[in-house]
Every structure is written in structure tokens, then in C-alpha cells.
């Protein structure tokens, strides 16, 4: 065959038809179809491997969380059966973790990170001056998930004016509002600095619609004690209780290494964790009833027949140990939180 005719009949065989040209159109336009089919099917493949590494997060052994626990907080002002006579509407079994006086990256990150590897939540009290001077911690804490609470600005333990508490409480707000930049993300609930009860600040706080939270135990982490003795403080009165608010500090080394060991023995104990957050207009409060509310005594308080009173006595001015947190926690607070007294 010449070279002229093989190049003619090449030309033949590449030149399409009308119905050849239609025809490879048509397929063309049908691969095109399935290619975005399987594009879509693997973006689902994806989005469904993405929710799966959330899971891996969360292993199936993980304490996790029970329930949430949506709370109003103009309904019931003053919870924790430690200083008032209700405290959250808990089941047997059921606790509440709380953080105070932070926070403080150092010690902050490895609580959330503890927190996070059990999925579970907790409440965060939190000092309006600390929070401007970590406003990236504080935004981490509300992006994890986790309730943020106001801890007064300065965390003064000293008897206020009403113009003070005033001061100190919408001040703590603010700052906590400045640091995220949504004032819908902060939660309505406060706790006083070494549980000090005021006149004054009940006063403002009740005319305001906010949530005092006390507690229903302490761990004693502000003390000079190991974490094995947190853990193990923390974990008894929680099983004398059997339900309840427990407080802890994100300031201290000694509660970054109990926590672990306080989730696991919850764990292992059958315990749950609820997570507690303020009703809103798109999210209604849960149902309790007033029964629920009541603080019930510890089976300790239960001595004698005689001395079965719902409560041991609240104490008037706070807890005096408490009032050592802000002392106790020179040494961990960074020298730029301002209101840390040297
Ligand atoms: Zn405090």
C-alpha cells in the first residue's frame, strides 16, 4: 500500500460521521454523569469517614455524656446543697463537673484535652480578668462545647457594696462576652469567689435573673495535697452523695493529673456525667419537677435520728479554706494576670 493511500484511508477512518459524532457525544455526556456521580458518592464517602474521625474521637468506652440538663436559671437562683437548699435536679449516679478560677492555658488545655478524651462537658467559672488576658482560651472552651460562667472580674473575697458586687459581676460578663464576641454564648450562671455568700451580691444577682452555683462537693485541690488525694477526696464524696455539682480549679498541676484519675473511677463506678446549660428561646428548659430540686443530705449528715435535718448548716461567710484559692494559686497564675496580688 502507497504511503498516499494509507494516509487517505487514515483520514477516512478519523473523519466521524454525523451519527459517529452524536454517538460519541452522547457518551461523552454520559461519562460526564457518572464521573459526577462518583464524585458525589465519594464527597459522601468522605463526609461519612469525616463524622467517623469524630467518632475515633470518641471511643465507645468513653464516659461521654448522659444527658444535658437545661436549666432556667430565674426559676431556681441559688443551687448547690453545700451552702443552699437546692441544688440541681440530678438522678443517682449523675454528676456535674465545674472549673473555677481560670483560665490558664497551662493548665487549661490539659483539662480540655482530659475532658475531651472522655467526651464529656463541664461548666467553666471563670475570672473576667483572666479571660482578657487568655481570650483564645476562653473562645477554645465555648468551641469544645463547654458551659462558660462568670467567677466575678477580679475574684475579690471581701465583703462588697452593692455598687461593687455590681462592678465585679457585670464586669466578669463582660469580659467573658469581649473574649468570644457573642453575648448569647455566655451562660447566666455565677458562683462567688471562696463561695462567699453577700447580701449584696444575692441581691443583684436575683434582681438580674442569674444562677448562683455553690457545689455538692469539694476535691480540696487548692490545698497543699497530692493529685492521688484529690482523686481520692473527690471520688469518695461523690460516692457519699451518690449525685452532684463537683468543683475543681483549672489552675493547679495537681488537678490536671487528678482528672483522669477522677473520670475513670467515675467511670468505673457506673457514674454519668450531665451537662448543664442555660434554657434559651430556641432551646426549652427540661422538665423537673420542684421535688427534684430539693438538696438532699449526704448518708454522713445521717448521725442520729435526731439530727436528720434536710441540710448541715450553710455556712454564713463562705468557706474559710476557699478563701485560700486566691493565695494557693500565686504560684501557678502567670505574672500578667493583674489581679493576682504579689
Ligand atoms: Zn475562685
Redesign the pocket.
Given at each position: 500500500m502507497s504511503p498516499v493511500l494509507a494516509r487517505s484511508r487514515h483520514v477516512e477512518t478519523s473523519r466521524a460521521s454525523p451519527i459517529s459524532e452524536h454517538k460519541r457525544t452522547s457518551h461523552e455526556r454520559r461519562d460526564r454523569v457518572d464521573l459526577t456521580k462518583i464524585l458525589i458518592a465519594v464527597c459522601a464517602i468522605l463526609v461519612l469517614l469525616i463524622g467517623g474521625a469524630d467518632a475515633e474521637q470518641c471511643p465507645p468506652g468513653a464516659l461521654g455524656v448522659s444527658r444535658t440538663l437545661v436549666v432556667d436559671s430565674t426559676e431556681h437562683p441559688r443551687v448547690g446543697s453545700m451552702q443552699y437548699p437546692e441544688t440541681l435536679p440530678l438522678d443517682d449516679h449523675e454528676v456535674v463537673l465545674t472549673f473555677?478560677?481560670g483560665p490558664i492555658p497551662r493548665y487549661t488545655i490539659p483539662i480540655l484535652e482530659t475532658l475531651a478524651s472522655e467526651c464529656v462537658k463541664a461548666t467553666f467559672?471563670m475570672?473576667g480578668q483572666m479571660a482578657r488576658a487568655y481570650p483564645s482560651m476562653v473562645r477554645r472552651v465555648y468551641d469544645e462545647g463547654h458551659t462558660i460562667a462568670n467567677?466575678t472580674q477580679n475574684?475579690p473575697i471581701r465583703k462588697m457594696s452593692a455598687d461593687q458586687a455590681a462592678r465585679e459581676i457585670e464586669g466578669g460578663f463582660e469580659s467573658l462576652r469581649n473574649a468570644i464576641g457573642d453575648s448569647q454564648a455566655v451562660s447566666p450562671f455565677f458562683r462567688n469567689?471562696?463561695l462567699l455568700r453577700q447580701k449584696s451580691v444575692e441581691q443583684y444577682l436575683d434582681a438580674h435573673g442569674d444562677m448562683t452555683w455553690s457545689a455538692d462537693f469539694l476535691a480540696d485541690d487548692w490545698t497543699r495535697i497530692n493529685y492521688s488525694e484529690v482523686a481520692r477526696r473527690a471520688i469518695s464524696r461523690i460516692e457519699a452523695r451518690g449525685r452532684g455539682i463537683l468543683l475543681l480549679?483549672d489552675i493547679h498541676a495537681r488537678t490536671v493529673l487528678a482528672l483522669p484519675e477522677i473520670l475513670n473511677e467515675l467511670k468505673s463506678r457506673g457514674y454519668k456525667i450531665v451537662h448543664v446549660v442555660p434554657a434559651a428561646a430556641d432551646r426549652p428548659k427540661t422538665a423537673t419537677s420542684a421535688e427534684q430540686w430539693v438538696a438532699r443530705p449526704t448518708p454522713e449528715q445521717h448521725t442520729s435520728p435526731s439530727q436528720m435535718r434536710p441540710l448541715r448548716r450553710p455556712p454564713k461567710r463562705g468557706l474559710r479554706t476557699?478563701h485560700d484559692?486566691r493565695f494557693e494559686a500565686k504560684a501557678d497564675i502567670a505574672p500578667k494576670c493583674p489581679f493576682v496580688r504579689s
Open positions: 473555677d478560677d467559672f475570672v467567677h475574684h469567689p471562696g480549679h476557699l484559692v
